[in-house]
């Protein structure tokens, strides 16, 4: 049933033939002016790196403290709800954030993830 949405569904930003500029549309943004561009393969590169090498850690250093500070208690229950958190943080993470980029540009996008 869900692939019949699929078929009917039409895709009107697919199939549009207008024109749409490459890069930052400063009519549509006006962070635009002042943000400088950055190159595509330094930041492909180092974010797939730093993801590759950060989450594996970050994931096995919390998950152990984690049940260290829980101790006897039920700890089922609150790991339970610790990934509760963080599916709620996955799923409403990246709806604040790009509104936050739509408003204000990447830079403090890019703040937000350095200071986490």
Known sequence: MFFIFIIIYIYSDVTGHGLEEV??????????????????WLYAILYCTVL????????????????????????????????????????????LVSTLFEQYGPEPVWGLEYRM
């Open 23 to 40: 890069g930052c549309n400063p009519k549509k943004f006006r962070w635009c002016h002042y943000t400088h561009e950055v190159n595509f």
């Open 52 to 95: 590759a090498a950060c989450f594996p850690l970050v994931n096995v250093s919390m998950n152990t403290l984690f049940s260290k500070i829980l101790g006897s208690r039920r700890q089922g229950t609150m790991q339970g709800i610790m990934l509760m958190s963080g599916s709620l943080a996955r799923t409403l993470g990246p709806l």
